[in-house]
Nanobody, 123 residues
Framework: QVQLVESGGGLVQAGGSLRLSCVAS????????MAWYRQAPGKQREQREL??????????NYADSVKGRFTISRDNAKNTVYLTMNSLKAEDTAVYYC??????????????WGQGTQVTVSS
């Protein structure tokens, strides 16, 4: 299977910055689009919000709430996706999850999730 491991979360004051990383690992897989989602306090898994996504070719899209503040990027050679978050606000507080559209021989398309990394913004 493909495993996604996030890092980089933490506690930051409003107006500060953080950079999240997510590394994909496994045997014989390919990654297509990668994305960051977030689950705010009190929200259910089904209410996770798409924060940003990026294709293999580098095309990106963002939630309106983070446009101009967050930047998603990836290093295809390292199977890693990043989320640089600037001008953080209290409402950005959430658990951030990495997600990928991947493919494995003999299995086909899969959609793994990371374990999540907590981002807390103090006002």
């Amino acid at each position: 299977q493909v495993q996604l491991v996030e890092s980089g979360g933490g506690l930051v004051q409003a107006g500060g910055s953080l950079r999240l990383s997510c590394v994909a690992s496994g045997r014989c897989f390919s990654i297509n689009a990668m994305a960051w989602y977030r689950q705010a306090p009190g929200k259910q898994r089904e209410q996770r919000e798409l924060v940003a996504a990026i294709t293999t070719g580098g095309s990106t899209n963002y939630a309106d709430s983070v446009k101009g503040r967050f930047t998603i990027s990836r290093d295809n050679a390292k199977n890693t996706v990043y989320l640089t978050m600037n001008s953080l606000k209290a409402e950005d507080t959430a658990v951030y999850y990495c997600n990928a559209d991947a493919w494995m021989p003999g299995i086909g398309a899969i959609n793994p999730w990371g374990q999540g990394t907590q981002v807390t913004v103090s006002s």
